[in-house]
């Protein structure tokens, strides 16, 4: 198994482009969710699913997109770039029920100019 | 306004030397705490879960503790490794599943040979 395979990496863009973070797992597990992570302050949720079909906001989802067609995927879309979305996102998984374990992607490193 | 406070912020200590880390929240009501380790450049890992009723929980040479009465935990890693440097995040559920989760910023663990 992969795990929570995210890409890209890295990724730079200008203020107004969108683009779209990938986040794949082989889990097959039901719940996945997506995070920033922001010097000097802990990781924040964007948006999250509970299965495919399924998605709800986190704790700072403005200027973010998700959907779950799939229980494989959960694509991050970006709409509008802006500077304060410079952050490393995660996404995360987990088989959902009594299990709460929360399982990381590698991450993706955004910068935007 | 739920917090999760970590302290020291980084800690530097001689390789085969223990430590403890410590966590205080003032999260409530309260499910659960977790201890993630997240080496540099890479997603968090858990290392534990710990309910309310468990005020012990192990994982190899990382101990956890928890005071739900204080809200208080520590991480205790023994006989430290070189590959133990990384940041050790504090996690606080109110309630079950992963929705409502406050992060702590860390503790940034260098061990030196």
């Known amino acids: 198994n992969a795990g929570v395979t995210q890409t890209p990496k890295f990724q730079v863009l200008k203020t107004g482009q969108s683009m779209t973070l990938q986040c794949a797992q082989d889990?097959?597990?039901?719940?996945m969710s997506w995070y920033r992570q922001d010097p000097g302050m802990g990781l924040r949720l964007i948006h999250y699913?509970?299965?495919?079909?399924?998605?709800d906001q986190g704790e700072v989802p403005n200027g973010y997109n998700v959907s779950r067609s799939t229980t494989e995927d959960f694509p991050l879309r970006l709409l509008s770039a802006a500077p304060s979305q410079t952050s490393v996102y995660f996404c995360?998984?987990?088989?959902?029920?009594?299990?709460?374990?929360?399982?990381f992607g590698s991450g993706t490193q955004l910068s935007v100019l | 306004k739920n917090q999760v406070e970590q302290s020291p912020q980084s800690l530097i200590i001689l390789e085969g030397k223990n430590c403890t880390l410590q966590?205080?929240?003032?999260?409530?009501?309260?499910?659960?705490l977790r201890w993630y380790k997240q080496d540099t450049g890479r997603g968090p890992v858990s290392l534990t879960i710990?309910?309310?009723?468990?005020n012990t929980k192990s994982n190899g040479r990382y101990t956890a503790t928890l005071d739900a009465d204080t809200k208080q935990s520590s991480l205790h890693i023994t006989a430290s490794q070189l590959s133990d440097s990384a940041s050790y995040i504090c996690?606080?559920?109110?309630?079950?599943?992963?929705?409502?989760?406050?992060f702590g910023t860390g503790t940034r663990l260098t061990i030196i040979p």
């Open positions: 995360a998984s987990t088989p959902g029920g009594t299990n709460e374990k929360l399982f």
């Open positions: 889990m097959n597990h039901e719940y």
């Open positions: 699913s509970v299965g495919a079909g399924i998605t």
């Open positions: 966590c205080n929240y003032t999260v409530s009501p309260f499910s659960n």
């Open positions: 710990m309910t309310f009723s468990e």
């Open positions: 996690v606080v559920s109110p309630v079950f599943g992963n929705e409502k989760l406050t």
